[in-house]
């Protein structure tokens, strides 16, 4: 089985450029290269696809994806509007809490922190009602897991370190209780990492954006914009990451 892990479109609905890079124009050219695999059986999106939350940054993002013959599943990241995300009748993103694929259980959960003013916090958060509804699902029936949230639960020894899940130690602990979960992906930090912990393969795909670099001073436009494809055999996960 093999699936696409993109994250951090950050679409704006005028197509403008961010920071020198035109988002838009990579998303076209990442989905151009997709259309040339023919074994990938799913895309997962795993948050920011829009930079300014306008409902019209998800239609034209969800275009661009209408001829990939796989379906695309998303969740929110720390600069989508959760409300216009989810409320959005889209005619290629697919939301769904929890779904399956091949015998493997998809879990997506919310990471995306609020801060006291009501605006989305660059860091994130796992609340305890999410981790409790993590391992619930752990505890039942026998299919493998894969995670699916927006901040990264692992670190660099980098600036980027700043902007993670900062619960992570408890997140770690829940997934490590269980042999069942092969994956937890993620995005945010518009820099691609991968890190095994036992059995778990924890990914970080780079950015269709703006992209980074632990070694770069912080937020400096490393031009390494790219996706993640994800081979999984017999459990288990491996990754590779496509420059676009």
């Not at 050219?29 to 409902?55: H, M, P, W």
């Not at 796992?126 to 692992?154: C, F, N, W, Y």
């Amino acid at each position: 089985m093999k699936i696409a892990h993109l994250s951090d479109l950050h679409i704006d609905s005028s197509k403008d450029e961010i920071y020198g890079v035109k988002p838009y124009e990579n998303l076209l050219k990442a989905v151009s290269l997709l259309e040339s695999y023919r074994d990938i059986e799913l895309a997962v999106i795993t948050g920011d696809i829009s930079n300014d939350g306008c409902q019209s940054s998800y239609l034209l993002a969800d275009k661009a994806f209408a001829h990939l013959s796989f379906p695309v599943y998303i969740l929110n990241g720390n600069h989508d509007n959760a409300r216009e995300l989810f409320q959005t009748t889209f005619s290629k993103f697919k939301y769904e809490p929890i779904f399956c694929r091949e015998e493997i259980d998809f879990i997506s959960v919310n990471t995306v922190a609020i801060a006291e003013d009501g605006t989305n916090r660059s860091r994130g958060v796992l609340s305890e009602q999410d981790l409790d509804r993590i391992k619930s699902i752990l505890a039942a029936g026998e299919r493998k897991k894969i995670v699916l949230m927006h901040h990264p639960a692992t670190e660099t020894g980098s600036w980027l370190d700043k902007r993670i899940l900062e619960n992570r130690r408890a997140f770690k602990n829940c997934i490590s209780s269980s042999d069942r979960v092969i994956a937890v992906l993620s995005g945010h930090n518009h820099y691609a990492t991968s890190e095994r912990i036992g059995n778990c393969l924890f990914c970080t795909a780079p950015s269709i954006s703006t992209s980074f670099d632990k070694d770069l001073k912080p937020f400096e436009e490393a031009h390494h914009p790219g996706f993640n494809v994800l081979s999984i055999n017999n459990g288990i996960c491996s990754v590779k990451t496509i420059e676009i």
